[in-house]
């Protein structure tokens, strides 16, 4: 690998030496390519920004040396440390973080002035960069006057503002609705794969990760783990791994217990990962209730419970109780399939398909419904797979699709995927529905 950034056993305290101090990073080493699109992904409070901000020279650690470009930036004198910080890294938040008393065209112009460009020279280029953004008509609002999508797209034409080669994005679709979150995503990737920046996005959110390609697990202060992936969609790393879960031991229920465990604790350790992995069977196989589920969630981990935070511990509850009364139902129609394959079960479809477009906000006309409506009825007598059934509900309606967006039709044959398999084992040779 090309390193262009690399960590090399940082030790960073928050407030070293008072009462109050705190040990944010744990002896992280790591390296990023140059051209490379990487995250830091973890729960919150891990020290995922700290991170970013020792990389961009915000902060300085106390301990360990980061090399950007082969340069020990700790030893910058202070004026090269304001270079880089201006030149070297463009950096995107969740709050957009605008200055509201400044135009937008301003806002994108500022980082520019502090180089010392001529006032008339920046907002020229600001104004290219609002063009290139989407947003040229914007130019004389105030942030107030955006919607948050539109500010957030004002916060990446600022980062690029000095042309850095490195972006930084600390959580930037924290705030945004599915399409602005997409659209942030697209942009982010066609500046990573078009114009060649290198990018480290801080997420916590799984589903964002699908163009990134290496992603640092962080946990504690400390990077637990480094995944390099080609760029794949999580459907696909879905089914994956379910392939991977394969062995002929393995039932098909077993196999969605451990696909739905990381899929939920996705970015927790492994061992918190795998006494869920045991609380969730012990639920699927009926031998706890839902209550006592719940219970053992947000229990403290060394008092033998999974030691979830209460409102994670609630939400992963309430998605796994939903899970397993749609997995009754749809046991039903598999028996009556048993009895009768060419059985038309419209009634069960149509409640599927409102079932798993719980959530979906976008519209969706009759023509769609009676696609959505086939695509599930394929899919439960397997006549397609899953993958298929992705596809279709992506594409377009000119090519034959549904035409729903990417993020929601990954979450819609997620949804399914979970509630399809089976608890008895499975025939051999039969892939196909995974
Ligand atoms: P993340 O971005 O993963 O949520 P942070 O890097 O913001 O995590 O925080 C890591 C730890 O450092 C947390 O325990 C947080 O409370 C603490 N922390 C963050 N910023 C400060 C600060 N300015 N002063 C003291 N502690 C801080
Ligand atoms: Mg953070």
Redesign the pocket.
């Known amino acids: 690998m090309d390193s262009l950034i690399k960590l090399e056993h940082i030790n960073f305290w928050?407030?070293k030496g008072k009462p109050s101090e705190?040990w944010?990073l744990k002896d992280v080493s790591l390296e990023i390519g140059r051209g490379e699109y990487a995250a830091f992904f973890?729960p919150?409070?891990?020290?995922?920004?700290?991170?970013l901000y020792l990389i961009a020279g915000v902060e300085q650690s106390q301990q360990g040396k980061i090399f950007v470009n082969s340069r020990d930036i700790g030893s910058f004198s202070k004026q090269e440390l304001a270079i880089y910080r201006q030149v070297g890294v463009g950096m995107i938040f969740q709050q957009f973080n605008l200055i509201p008393s400044l135009s937008v065209l301003n806002n994108v112009a500022l980082p520019m002035s502090f180089l010392g460009i001529s006032s008339a020279r920046a907002r020229n280029e600001a104004m290219r960069l609002l063009e290139r953004l989407d947003i040229k008509e914007l130019a004389d609002r105030l942030p107030f006057e955006l919607s948050g999508g539109q500010q957030q797209r004002v916060g990446v034409a600022r980062a690029l503002a000095n042309n850095p080669p490195i972006i930084i994005a600390d959580e930037p679709l924290g705030n945004l609705d599915s399409t602005n979150a997409q659209r942030v995503l697209e942009f982010l990737k066609e500046l990573n794969e078009k114009d060649g920046r290198t990018i480290i996005m801080?997420t916590h959110e799984a589903w964002s990760l699908k163009d990134v390609k290496r992603i640092f697990y962080?946990k504690d202060?400390a990077v637990v783990k480094t995944e390099e992936s080609q760029p794949k969609t999580i459907a696909e790393s879905l089914s994956q791994h379910l392939y991977e879960q394969l062995s002929p031991e393995l039932t098909k229920s077993e196999v969605v217990v451990r696909s739905l465990a990381s899929m939920l604790l996705r970015g927790y350790s492994l061992e918190e990962i795998k006494r869920f992995e045991y609380f969730l069977s012990q639920r699927f196989a009926g031998h706890i209730d839902g209550e006592v589920f719940r219970g053992v969630l947000d229990r403290p981990f060394r008092e033998g419970g999974v030691g979830l935070w209460k409102q994670k511990a609630f939400k992963v509850s309430r998605y796994v109780e939903d899970i397993l009364t749609e997995k009754k139902e749809v046991e039903e129609v598999y028996t009556e399939l048993e009895r009768n394959p060419e059985s038309p079960l419209k009634d069960e479809v149509e409640r599927i398909r409102a079932w798993l477009l719980e959530g979906y906000h976008g519209t969706v006309n009759e023509l769609q419904q009676i696609q959505i409506d086939e695509l599930i009825s394929d899919r439960l007598r397997n006549v397609i797979g899953s993958e298929a059934f992705r596809k279709i509900l992506n594409l377009p309606k000119k090519q034959y699709g549904v035409g729903l967006p990417f993020r929601a039709t990954q979450r819609i044959s997620e949804k399914l995927e979970l509630v399809l398999a089976r608890g008895e084992k499975r025939p051999a040779g039969s892939l196909q529905g995974v």
């Open positions: 928050y407030d705190l944010a973890g919150s409070g891990s020290g995922k920004t700290t991170l801080v962080v202060g």
